[in-house]
Nanobody, 114 residues
Framework: VQLQASGGGLVQPGGYLRLSCQAS????????MGWYRQVPGKQRELIAR???????NYADSVKGRFTISKDNAKNSLYLQMNSLKPEDTAVYYC?????????WGQGTQFTVSS
């Protein structure tokens, strides 16, 4: 299994960003997928997940601002993030839900700052 998240960077508060995750060794048709994030010194948390049927679910902290989507044919997962806040600054990872694989990869870092 390999999971490679990308799309991070520096963005101003109120801005937007789109993250992508390319997966190999995982069939999106049979696995729920999710986006997790981790801030230094804190546990990694699940912020968005999408079911095999394409139904999304979000943590309260991102609900209404983030949108998770996927492309089963490309084994790709996406996270559209709008109205970004400084507290969204973290390293973002993709993985299976509810039992993530050990293959977290490097994640992708982005910072929300003016």
């Amino acid at each position: 299994v390999q999971l490679q998240a990308s799309g991070g960077g520096l963005v101003q508060p109120g801005g937007y960003l789109r993250l992508s995750c390319q997966a190999s060794g995982i069939n999106f048709r049979f696995n729920y997928m999710g986006w997790y994030r981790q801030v230094p010194g804190k546990q990694r948390e699940l912020i968005a997940r999408i079911t095999t049927g394409g139904f999304p679910n979000y943590a309260d902290s991102v609900k209404g601002r983030f949108t998770i989507s996927k492309d089963n044919a490309k084994n790709s997962l996406y996270l559209q993030m709008n109205s970004l806040k400084p507290e969204d600054t973290a390293v973002y990872y993709c993985n299976t839900v509810p039992n993530p694989t050990p293959s977290w990869g490097q994640g992708t870092q982005f910072t929300v700052s003016s």
